[in-house]
């Protein structure tokens, strides 16, 4: 695989060699405890305790914590600032220049936080050690149609390819005098050169790419088969049916505690 | 019921939502670049829905969001919870194709009046929230309209100006499709504040939160202030999305348009 | 009873005022290379597409007369069934990209997956048809990242896995550099000397003039005229109607106008033309 069509990292480890199933339930149950379950600081534990040791057996903790850390800075930042300092009602930490931080909203930005960082290494788990096609090839095996994988991959695949086009539209139209600095006006004025062409141009290669899809009986009733075999053991299986049976455990538990 | 569903996905259909899912992302990153108050990251479903229904409609809305989480691709992780109101605006579209919205001139006056009526309405809750007071019971008053009205009459006047220009100049014979889009902006500011209140307090790092930061700093509490950042983004997003597709499908030979 | 049967064939696209197709008679016998050559607009798209089913199953339309291969009509088939029969490449290499396959043996390996071929069988026929294609280095390349000549050998080798009796090429090398374009018609070529039926829709005439067992001129949907490549590509009837002329050919056809030419045959490519005019 020698395009970045996805945030796979190609890398041996056991984490990458379970199958794609497996991963899946793991990251759908840290997402469903990490939100569900009625404690204050759960997702900072899943984060430290279960995600970071599954990193490490991934060989992949390096480019997760960077990851994770590049998409919630920013946003941690914001959150805690904004959150804080703007709450309206509650107890003030101290007062600085006017400004004074409330707890509440504190404490709420860090919950927030929390969840924002559970929820990226999640994801970023399972993006970084799961083949998208691999993973459209099982849930194939389970029933999913198959129109959706082709959907999936194709679009992993060629939504650079899109980036690129829209980036040499822009340039072409920049070279011919097109301003895209300034004022909110001039910025908004330089969208309709770059949106039009792009989509007219894309909706004319839809007719030449189902021809060629169905050259290679894509429509064909037949059951499909598949060239690549994906590895699975007993063990897996079995784990993951636990796995289900936790998720449907967390669900009920969050649920009635709630009510 | 199935069948039905099933129709709507010939094999040009399936070529065309990698297509349109990428020229979402692609958009939507060059306006977040551009730093603009928009996010124009559904044109893609929208030209989906419009030409292929509204079941294509949805699951291009709600793939687009999932994979832009797992793209390796600058910003968005962000747009994966909201991916049931990219379906909603897909489905919409598809309802409103239906109607004939993308394939009718409406008379200039109807925009006018779009126009009009929609920066009043806006300007209308804006002022709204800017004016809620709770009272000692810890009861959230709202202001009466005769109120709002004598304070802020010039600001009014001015938006229903400012608005029927929009109407003219932007949507032009596009009334229809302009209102379509505001309904579907409208529903979809609706049901994304819950999502964006709970999981991030509002903020997302785009050109966005400077206007929530302004909301919040008025003592506006969260819901409301989510609320009113998706009613100045969302309706006015979704009726430029809706135009566009409406004048791409305009001036598109038949050949392409086909499902 | 020819292998390629095109009877009578007459077919309008839909929303449109006039047949592109009127009235085409073409036969074509099992292992004949036969290429199609006319100005745009003439029907040569539109004849591949019919050959390979997609007229008129994909594209719907008007259509009368029947077209038959190995003895079965097409509009009797369904196009599923129907590109096993027949193959078809097109111009733009990278539309023929599924997209939905990460390297180069996978996306040969498609068509056979989609017709449920046991995996034992597909890994010999994808090996076998990049050796036959000479891409079987490419094989653990994405598709993307390769340039449009092997992306269209990759298409070309993703047909013919599928083991089709007829092989339709629309224009294959209008998008290719000098490069790609002699990848390209040297893969083909081996087909046809392996003994493929090929139908092959070109402008390059001189590459026809070497190759071609047989070449038909098609203009505004009528066959004007067809036989041997160096009677067809030479005949006064094809320059006087627009068709793209070698200019070889119309070097020795001026030069015979002086008397400088003294064959009576006009030439067709480079090599003809330098045996005619040093044997002056």
Redesign the interface.
């Known amino acids: 695989m020698d395009n970045k069509v996805s945030m796979y990292v190609v890398r041996e480890s056991g984490l990458h060699s379970l199958h794609p199933l497996t991963k899946s339930l793991m990251v759908i149950c840290l997402f469903i405890a990490g939100f569900i379950l009625p404690y204050q600081w759960i997702s900072y534990y899943l984060f430290i305790f279960i995600i970071i040791p599954l990193a490490i057996w991934g060989k992949i903790l390096g480019d997760l914590l960077k990851a994770v850390w590049k998409v919630s800075l920013p946003i941690a930042i914001s959150v805690l600032i904004i959150q804080s300092l703007f709450w309206g009602e509650g107890t003030a930490l101290f007062e600085m220049w006017g400004l004074s931080p409330k707890k509440e909203g504190l404490i709420f930005a860090l919950t927030s936080i929390g969840r924002i960082i559970l929820t990226m290494s999640d994801l970023m788990l399972f993006t970084m050690t799961v083949r998208p096609d691999f993973l459209m090839i099982s849930l194939k095996q389970i029933g999913m149609p198959s129109s959706l994988a082709y959907i999936v991959v194709t679009t992993l695949q060629i939504v650079p390819s899109f980036q690129r086009k829209a980036s040499t539209i822009l340039d072409a139209q920049r070279s011919r005098g097109l301003e895209t600095e300034g004022s909110i006006i001039t910025r908004a004025k330089a969208l309709v050169p770059i949106i039009l062409p792009l989509v007219v141009g894309s909706l004319v290669e839809v007719e030449e790419r189902a021809i060629a899809i169905e050259a290679r009986a894509f429509n064909s009733t037949k059951n499909e088969t598949s060239i690549i075999e994906i590895p699975d053991t007993v063990l897996q299986k079995n784990i993951r049916r636990v796995l289900i049976i936790v998720i449907i455990a967390c669900v009920i538990f969050g649920i009635l505690w709630r009510s | 019921m199935f069948e039905n569903i099933k129709k709507d996905?010939t094999?040009?259909t399936?070529?065309?939502?990698?297509?349109a899912?990428?020229?979402n992302?692609?958009?939507g990153?060059?306006?977040y670049l551009?730093?603009?108050?928009i996010y124009?990251d559904s044109?893609g479903t929208v030209?989906v829905g419009a030409i292929a229904g509204p079941w294509a409609g949805a699951?291009t809305g709600a793939?687009s969001n999932l994979?832009w989480?797992?793209?390796?691709?600058v910003t968005n992780?962000?747009a994966?919870p909201f991916f049931y109101v990219a379906l909603v605006i897909g489905l919409l579209a598809g309802y409103f194709g239906r109607l004939g919205v993308f394939e009718k001139e409406s008379p200039r006056w109807l925009s006018v009046l779009i126009g009009a009526v929609f920066f009043f309405t806006l300007t209308f809750f804006i002022t709204a929230f800017l004016n809620l007071n709770t009272d000692e019971t810890g009861y959230t008053t709202y202001p009466t309209p005769t109120d709002l009205f004598s304070r802020y009459l010039i600001v009014f006047i001015i938006a229903i100006l400012v608005g029927a220009a929009v109407g003219y100049f932007l949507l032009q014979k596009g009334g229809y499709a302009g209102l379509a889009g505001l309904a579907t902006g409208l529903i979809a500011a609706i049901i994304s504040a819950p999502t964006a209140a709970v999981?991030?307090?509002?903020?997302?790092?785009g050109g966005t939160?400077l206007l929530?930061?302004a909301f919040?700093?008025s003592?506006a509490?969260i819901i409301g202030s989510v609320m009113a950042q998706g009613s100045v983004s969302d309706p006015f997003d979704k009726m430029l999305s809706f135009m566009?597709v409406w004048?791409?499908l305009r001036y598109?030979p038949?050949?392409?348009k086909?499902r | 009873m020819a292998f390629v049967n095109i009877h009578n064939l007459t077919y309008q696209y839909p929303l449109t005022k006039t047949p592109v197709l009127q009235n085409i008679n073409l036969q074509i016998n099992q292992g004949e290379f036969v290429a199609v050559v006319g100005p745009n607009g003439a029907g040569k798209s539109t004849l591949c597409y019919a050959l390979a089913g997609f007229v008129p199953h994909f594209f719907k339309g008007e259509i009368s007369g029947t077209i038959e291969v190995a003895g079965i009509e097409s509009s009797k088939s369904t196009l599923d069934e129907w590109v096993l029969n027949v193959g078809l490449a097109f111009q733009n290499p990278f539309n023929q990209i599924s997209g939905a396959k990460y390297t180069v043996f996978e996306e040969i390996a498609f068509g056979l997956e989609n017709i449920g071929l046991p995996r034992e069988q597909m890994k010999g026929r994808v090996e076998e048809a990049m050796k036959l294609t000479g891409i079987t280095e490419l094989a653990d390349r994405s598709p993307y990242s390769l340039s449009g000549g092997q992306q269209q050998r990759v298409a070309l080798t993703s047909i013919l896995v599928m083991q089709p009796k007829l092989l339709v090429l629309d224009e294959p090398t209008s998008q290719m550099d000098p490069i790609g374009t002699r990848e390209v018609f040297s893969t083909i070529r081996k087909m046809a000397e392996d003994g493929m039926t090929v139908v092959l829709g070109e402008h390059k005439v001189e590459w026809i003039a070497n190759f071609a067992d047989r070449v038909i001129a098609l203009k505004d949907g009528q066959i004007l005229l067809e036989g041997k490549p160096n009677e067809v590509l030479t005949s006064d009837l094809l320059a006087q109607n627009g068709f793209g002329i070698s200019r070889y050919t119309s070097t020795a056809r001026e030069a015979k106008k002086q008397g400088l030419w003294k064959k009576d045959s006009l030439p067709v490519t480079l090599d003809e033309a330098v045996e005619g005019f040093r044997n002056a």
């Open positions: 996905f094999t040009r399936l070529v065309l939502m990698p297509i899912i990428a020229i992302i692609a958009i990153q060059l306006v551009l730093k603009l108050p124009l044109i030209l699951l793939l994979l989480g797992v793209l390796p691709v992780t962000f994966v999981v991030f307090g509002g903020v997302t790092g939160d929530v930061a919040r700093a003592g509490p566009v004048l791409i598109l038949a050949r392409f086909a």
